[in-house]
């Protein structure tokens, strides 16, 4: 089956660093989705991004998050200063069809950023 | 804005025998979507049944099956003949029908339970 992937697996940074987290959806895939995961907690949405803009974005994604998708290949979550409590999992999932349908989101394994 | 609630964070079951994981979720809408997750250890997120609401018959995945109650807004997951690897954290999660508007495909995730599998 066909994988997302994300880099890299684990991220330690210090308090007020930028950090880019990276993804590749599966190649033939249009839309794209953040999620965030801390620690023992849901699940939460963070962002969906389709034709190049964002889609919707949840009231976690503020002035500090970022998406891209610089290279038709790969797409970014960028923070832009991290603080305590960005410490989570970060998945990166993608899917080929939009949300009208009952169309799987393929999750990646996610990316652990540690803020110390 | 939907809402989706699993109310046992933990749940345990001999391996072989069926165990239930409920989910009741709460929207306006009348078209929409529900997915079971399973996240093991290594935290991926893996689908493991999904459910149209148009639809009345229940869907099944071989050993996994979901009785879903449309009227109530619950959506309950079956695993029968339990395996060693059916050791997990198990989400329930909601997604609108509606393309654009204010939830533009994204996943509304419950709380999870985390299922036990006893040799």
């Known amino acids: 089956e066909p994988e997302v992937t994300q880099t890299p697996s684990h991220q330690v940074t210090q308090m007020g660093q930028e950090v880019i987290l990276r993804c590749v959806p599966i190649s033939n895939h249009l839309y794209f989705y953040w999620y965030r995961q801390i620690l023992g907690q849901k699940v939460e949405f963070l962002v969906s991004f389709y034709n190049n803009e964002i889609s919707e974005k949840s009231e976690i994604f503020d002035d500090q998050f970022s998406v891209e998708r610089p290279d038709g290949s790969n797409f970014t979550l960028k923070i832009r200063s991290t603080k305590l409590e960005d410490s989570a999992m970060y998945f990166c999932?993608?899917?080929?069809?939009?949300?009208?349908?009952?169309?799987?989101?393929?999750f990646g394994s996610g990316t652990q950023l540690s803020v110390l | 804005a939907q809402t989706v609630t699993q109310s046992q964070p933990e749940m345990s079951v001999q391996e072989a025998e069926t165990v239930t994981l409920s989910c009741t979720y709460d929207t306006s809408e009348s078209d929409y979507y529900l997915f079971w997750y399973k996240q093991p250890p290594s935290r991926q997120m893996i689908l493991v049944i999904r459910?149209?609401?148009?639809?009345?018959q229940n869907a099944t995945e071989n050993r996994f099956s979901v009785n879903f109650q449309k009227a109530a807004k619950s959506f309950s997951l079956k695993i029968s003949d339990s395996q060693l690897g059916d050791a997990a954290m198990y989400f329930c999660a909601y997604r609108s029908a509606r393309s654009g508007g204010t939830s533009y495909g994204k996943l509304t995730f419950g709380q999870g339970t985390i299922l036990t599998v006893h040799p």
């Open positions: 999932a993608s899917s080929s069809t939009g949300p009208a349908t009952n169309e799987k989101l393929f």
């Open positions: 459910q149209e609401a148009y639809k009345q």
